[in-house]
């Protein structure tokens, strides 16, 4: 079975801090993907960044920037200079190759950015 | 596009009460999917969908059911609602891609139900 985890519920920083958020998964596929998501307080989901399983790449968007280690299962994802508009809950989900896009999400990290 | 399409936003029912949440979505998406999220918890698969005709279970289907006629609409009844159903429930839509090429999904803004 396939498993996600996020260590972290919630995670409090002054506005230009960097912040890591965490994400360790589990599952059997050697192929697979993993996803982010950003939930803001409106309530909607965001679709952030999509990686799958031979990639091992990290990426950088902006300020977004994710770290993928097949070695450690990790998928941790870090926001540099934080704003106050980072401010939400943010979902690591895991879909593997074999099971028609479903996803299984972590709890989630909220996110809390102070001015 | 409208993308993917959520009625009602918001409902209160009573318990033992039956509803349809209604999804459509306007991308063409084979793939659709029903999710549930209770607090502080991520999202759960309730249903799913690949094409017309065709659905399937999810991780926690107990006490709902699911049709797709058409490849726009996937909605969710609940026959006799309870109120461990209430929660914030998620319609999302994506597109097959290539076999094993799982794309991204797709969200509606989501339906808040309590069951009283």
């Known amino acids: 079975a396939q498993k996600v985890t996020q260590a972290q519920t919630e995670i409090s920083v002054v506005e230009k801090e960097d912040v890591t958020l965490d994400c360790v998964y589990e599952?059997?596929?050697?192929?697979?993907?993993l996803f982010w998501y950003k939930q803001p307080p409106s309530g909607e989901l965001v679709f952030l960044i999509r990686?799958?399983?031979?990639?091992?790449q990290n990426e950088i968007s902006g300020r977004y920037s994710w770290n993928f280690q097949k070695s450690t299962s990790s998928f941790n994802f870090t926001i540099t200079a934080s704003q106050v508009v980072d401010s939400a809950v943010y979902f690591c989900?895991?879909?593997?190759?074999?099971?028609?896009?479903?996803?299984?999400f972590g709890k989630g990290t909220m996110l809390l950015v102070s001015p | 596009n409208a993308g993917v399409t959520q009625t009602p936003k918001f409902r209160i029912l009573k318990i033992g009460q039956s509803m349809t949440l209604q999804c459509t979505q306007d991308?063409?998406?084979?793939?659709m999917y029903w999710y549930r999220q209770d607090p502080g918890m991520g999202l759960k698969l309730i249903y799913y969908?690949?094409?017309?005709?065709?659905?399937d279970k999810g991780e926690v289907p107990n006490g709902y059911n699911v049709s797709r006629s058409t490849t726009e609409d996937f909605p969710l009844r609940l026959e006799l609602a309870a109120p461990s159903q209430t929660s914030v429930y998620f319609c999302?839509?994506?597109?097959?891609?290539?076999?094993?090429?799982?794309?991204?999904?797709?969200f509606g803004d989501g339906t808040r139900l309590s069951i009283l």
């Open positions: 989900a895991l879909s593997e190759a074999q099971g028609y896009s479903t996803l299984t």
């Open positions: 599952t059997r596929d050697t192929t697979y993907y």
């Open positions: 991308m063409n998406h084979n793939y």
């Open positions: 990686r799958n399983s031979f990639d091992e």
């Open positions: 999302a839509s994506s597109y097959p891609g290539q076999p094993l090429n799982n794309q991204p999904q797709h």
């Open positions: 969908s690949v094409g017309a005709g065709i659905t």
